[in-house]
């Protein structure tokens, strides 16, 4: 342990930071709540306390990471500090507790250091925005909401910060919301994801049904037990599934992840690199113990991971906007990772691996079209660029290294991650193995296809920006954050991967990772391979894009698999015709039977009452004549009535 190390955990221990958890999540909520509720005020300072606050957080963050190493044994690692009693009634006790373990230190470190980077790109990006101190007030309610839901002891607190990153992706996305495309995207972000939340709600109902407890180590420990029927835990892990394609796009859920980038590019940074489509990796990762235990809800989620893998790098494949290509490499990527911890114990830890990595070098490609933008007035076509890397080469250099991680260049971190799972799914045995396994390196090949194709289109070949535009280089406060995560880009990799140190960190919270054994493919042989299809798809892309000028217009009339491509695989579609359409049909079915039904009934009551007393009234004249004839009728009637019956008697 070095000396460095060696002082925080004697820190640690001397002051008891243990116990100050609580304010990973607080500071953060005490920016927002502030930055949200003291109005003007805070204009002039607001930013500054913005980026405080997420920076404190990684302080601490840090401090108990160092600690949770010094602690020997699993059972030290995992620290659940009691915060109050929440839900106190009979047969239904919730405590307000955060759970500090590997896995939730790793998201935090996550969280709050590539968070607080975004932060200060923020202080640039949005300087001559006049609702800044706003924007700030919302990236920290974000960084609070996930802070909450990867800390949560149980799955009602988590589901509480589940929702609060729904609310704040809302409120980010549709930040600008004077404009129409922003307003529909962030509503369309909303619903979808109330979908996918539909479904973990359920899981947790389901989970308290089952064992009288929504705490994970109730939960883990019924499932473990076999307590419950498989059928059950197979219910309880497709809802939980649901959930994650929700806020982690994956299919069917996609659609609202390319929309979202209608909001300022460092909300795209933050929701696609270090927060919002992580976290369905991470329940599917904490619910380990669940899906041990639900083969079949498993093998779903490696089925939908790698669904989501090629359908993410089809559409990469296809878009102009510059974004747009980074959300859709976003899909594929994370759908990488749900393959990964779909393939359960000892492949937990590898999924995470390439979460972490990814986090690094995404946010700085984000961060980087963010640079591009601001230097090409907000200008996303790809195809209105071209030969940036001569006027804005800090951006080029930074972003070239996120380029080289994410198609998995040796030594970039990519490499390390991305192999990995490659070379889990072809261990993992069987059809599906070499299904799953094939799959993961054509995807690496696409990747390096569209990532290519990108930084040709953006970087290279002849300039196609206006006349009126003037590229430039951004300020230093939005360069330097690019810097480091570019850095990170290079060796985050290589460091958690070193003697296995991020799967033995991990172990308590995810289990052992797989033992080095006898493998399908020599490790040697396998990355040889595929980084021979990732040098194929870089010389597709060139052979495609790089040998001649580039248009500066897309051309209108494209074959039927290209026009389905620039549709997002026609997945709108799929989702209006699967959850929008029913829904109307139901909501016109309801309509007219209430029009018809229970308004006809009561409406036709209505006119009968009054159709008769109508009628009645008429016989009301007021003329005594009337009443002498109707005296007269009616005395005639009655003996009549009396003479019969006195005849038939």
């Known amino acids: 342990m070095t000396s460095t190390t060696t002082a925080a955990v004697q820190y640690a221990h001397a002051t008891g930071v243990f116990k100050l958890t609580f304010l990973l999540i607080l500071l953060p909520a005490i920016g927002a709540a502030v930055l949200l509720l003291g109005g003007k005020r805070t204009n002039a300072w607001g930013h500054l306390l913005g980026c405080a606050m997420p920076i404190g957080s990684f302080v601490i963050a840090v401090i ?26 009979a047969g239904f006790h919730v405590d307000a507790n955060v759970l500090l373990d590997p896995l939730s230190i790793c998201f935090v470190l996550l969280i709050t250091g590539v968070g607080s980077l975004i932060h200060i790109y923020s202080i640039g990006y949005m300087e001559h925005d006049p609702d800044r101190r706003r924007f700030f007030g919302q990236l920290n309610l974000f960084v609070a909401a996930m802070l ?8 009602l607190v988590l589901y509480v910060g589940w929702e609060g990153v729904g ?52 939960v883990f420990n019924g499932a473990s037990s076999g307590h419950a029927r498989t059928g059950t835990m197979t219910a309880i892990g497709l809802l939980l599934l649901l959930g994650a394609c929700g806020k982690s796009a994956q299919a069917p859920l ?19 690199a270090a927060t919002m489509v992580t976290a369905g990796v991470y329940l599917v990762a904490r619910s380990g113990a669940i899906y041990d235990v639900a083969p079949h809800a498993r093998l779903l989620v490696e089925i939908v991971g790698g669904v989501t893998l090629v359908m993410g790098a089809i559409i990469g494949c296809a878009y102009d906007d510059i974004k747009k290509v980074l959300a859709a490499s976003t899909m594929s990527q994370i759908g990488y990772m749900m393959l990964a911890v779909g393939f359960g114990p000892g492949a937990y830890a590898i999924g995470i691996l390439h979460l972490l990595t990814h986090g690094f070098f995404k946010a700085n490609m984000f961060l980087g079209a963010g640079s591009v933008m601001h230097g090409n007035n907000d200008e996303v076509n790809m195809r209105r660029y071209g030969g940036l890397r001569h006027v804005m080469p800090v951006t080029f250099m930074t972003f070239a290294f996120g380029y080289l991680a994410i198609i998995g260049m040796i030594p970039f971190s990519g490499f390390f991650s991305k192999d990995k799972i490659i070379e889990v799914a072809l261990d993992h045995g069987g059809a599906s193995g070499w299904i799953f396994g ?3 390196i054509a995807g690496a090949g696409m990747t390096a296809f569209y990532m290519t194709r990108l930084m040709l289109m953006t970087f290279f070949g002849n300039k196609r920006w206006p006349r009126d535009v003037h590229p430039h ?47 399908t493919i020599s490790p040697v042989v396998l990355s040889i391979i595929t980084l021979a299809v990732v040098a194929g798809g870089v010389g597709a892309a060139w052979w495609i894009i ?3 000028p580039v248009a500066a217009e897309q051309a209108p009339n494209v074959r039927p698999y290209a026009h389905a491509t620039r549709r997002s695989l026609t997945g709108d579609a799929v989702n209006e015709a699967v959850f929008m359409r029913p829904g109307q049909y139901l909501t016109r079915a309801l309509v007219y ?20 007393s109508a009628r009645i009234r008429r016989v009301q004249t007021g003329f005594v004549r009337s009443y002498a004839l109707s005296m007269l009728g009616g005395a005639l009637a009655i003996g009549t009535t009396v003479v019969l019956l006195r005849v038939g008697s």
């Open 64 to 89: 108990e990471f160092f600690a949770l190493i010094g602690r020997d044994g699993g059972e030290n690692r995992q620290l659940d500090q009691h915060l109050f009693s929440w839900v106190p009634v």
């Open 148 to 155: 909450l839901l990867v800390l949560a002891d149980n799955y």
């Open 167 to 218: 609310l704040a992706s809302y409120l980010l996305i549709g930040f600008w919301h004077h404009k129409p495309s922003a307003a529909v995207a962030a509503k369309k972000a909303f619903l979808v994801n109330r979908v996918g939340d539909l479904g973990l709600s359920f899981a947790v109902m389901l989970m308290f049904t089952t064992f009288g407890t929504v705490a994970f180590d109730g």
């Open 254 to 272: 996609q659609s609202w992840l390319l929309d979202a980038m209608e909001g300022p590019t460092p909300v795209s940074a933050l929701i696609h």
């Open 438 to 440: 094939i799959v993961a």
């Open 473 to 519: 280089e951004s300020p230093k406060v939005m360069l330097v954050p690019m810097a480091i995560l570019a850095a990170g880009s290079l060796v985050l990799g290589y460091l958690l991967i070193l003697g296995g140190s991020l799967q033995h960190f991990l172990t308590p919270s995810v289990g052992p990772s797989l033992e080095v054994g006898a493998h």
């Open 546 to 548: 790089g040998r001649k």
């Open 593 to 612: 039977f209430d029009n018809r039904g229970v308004d006809g009934i009561v409406n036709g009551f209505a006119a009968g009452v009054g159709g008769t």
